[in-house]
């Protein structure tokens, strides 16, 4: 079958992120290919695998591949004959290879970001040094702070990508459509002029994706926003759901799911939201929301109370940062800084 035109665009959108960006990642019909032969074993379709192609790590588990395989070597002779075949004979394939894409990219571009990154310079950290000098010798307080901040821009890139990843993938997995505030169907009942960001909505249900609920969203004057928007979708014509994937209790969790229940809505939490976006999602993709998003975050959560050692250090020349984690996990990060990424917020307060 041919592509037709929505198609050719759902395609070549999964191809890009970010062209014209400092860090732009374009996927290969090679790297594409890969990642359809990880789709066709993920749902039993190794058959469809050409048997020449071979895996470093002798699996196609997708997360336990190097991003660097996938752009390297051969994958399909054809691979739009491949494309189109597996839409014609797959349930579900676009969204799951789009999705696919989606989490590959962002995979790459955040190695990009780790490599580009650049230290801070004095001018960002040191009126940071007046809470900490004297504490330990200056040139220890110079490299401290130096490695925070720095950590800190990742950290802060890390929470921004995943944001740009998780609801999307979320969307397409119910099969509805996200909506920024410009041209959403969710207007503000103070003033309709105005809409809200929607994270997805499919048929007359407006979900609100989260990944916590936390005291602290109160303390940032945004809290009371998140309450209004369930009346909003009620006066929009429109029913509210909130899925939130960590179970953990707070105050402003209950809240917030009362808010919505009130509303005529549905809250759902933790192992329910789970359920629920894996009973809406159709059998193909429930088994992309289980593998790549939900038990990640749960193997994470068996870890988090065991903190192992770290060591860091940058080389003489600082191409390199070698980070260990207790005694047996060794990364390398190579480096290369891109000035343009370089951060200059001195108040982070906020």
Not at 119 to 129: D, E, F, G, S, Y
Not at 206 to 214: C, D, H
Request: with cysteine.
């Amino acid at each position: 079958m041919a592509l037709d035109l929505e198609q050719k665009q759902l395609l070549s959108k999964a191809r890009l992120l970010g062209p014209g960006t400092a860090l732009p990642v374009i996927l290969s019909d090679a790297e594409l290919s890969k990642l359809a032969f990880v789709i066709f074993a993920d749902l039993g379709l190794d058959d469809l695998i050409p048997s020449d192609v071979r895996t470093p790590s002798g699996t196609w588990e997708y997360y336990s591949l190097p991003l660097s395989w996938f752009a390297s070597g051969a994958g399909a002779d054809d691979f739009m004959t491949l494309y189109e075949k597996s839409l014609s004979t797959i349930r579900d394939f676009q969204t799951y290879f789009k999705c696919m894409c989606e989490l590959h990219k962002r995979r790459r571009k955040y190695e990009m970001i780790l490599q580009a990154q650049p230290l801070p310079t004095a001018l960002q950290v040191a009126p940071r040094a007046l809470l900490e000098f004297g504490i330990l010798a200056t040139p220890a307080v110079a490299s401290w702070l130096t490695w925070r901040k720095w950590f800190y821009d990742i950290d802060n890139r890390a929470a921004q990508e995943t944001g740009y990843l998780f609801e999307p993938i979320l969307a397409s997995a119910l099969g509805g459509t996200p909506y920024a505030s410009r041209n959403s169907p969710v207007r503000r009942r103070g003033d309709e002029r105005k809409g809200r960001q929607v994270d997805c909505i499919v048929g007359t249900d407006a979900y609100e994706f989260k990944l916590r609920v936390t005291i602290a969203a109160s303390g940032q004057g945004r809290f009371g926003e998140e309450i209004d928007f369930a009346e909003d979708c009620v006066a929009s014509g429109l029913r509210p759901i909130l899925l939130v994937l960590d179970p953990t209790p707070s105050s402003r969790l209950e809240d917030l799911s009362a808010a919505f229940r009130a509303a005529n809505g549905e809250a759902h939490v933790g192992p329910a939201a789970w359920e629920y976006l894996e009973a809406r999602s159709g059998p193909t993709m429930a088994t992309f929301v289980e593998k790549y998003v939900r038990l990640p975050i749960e193997s994470l959560d068996e870890h988090m109370l065991e903190l192992l050692d770290l060591r860091i250090s940058a080389g003489a020349d600082r191409r390199e940062f070698v980070l260990q984690l207790g005694e047996a996990h060794t990364w390398t990060i190579k480096r290369r800084e891109d000035a343009s990424l370089a951060t200059d917020d001195i108040d982070e307060s906020e």
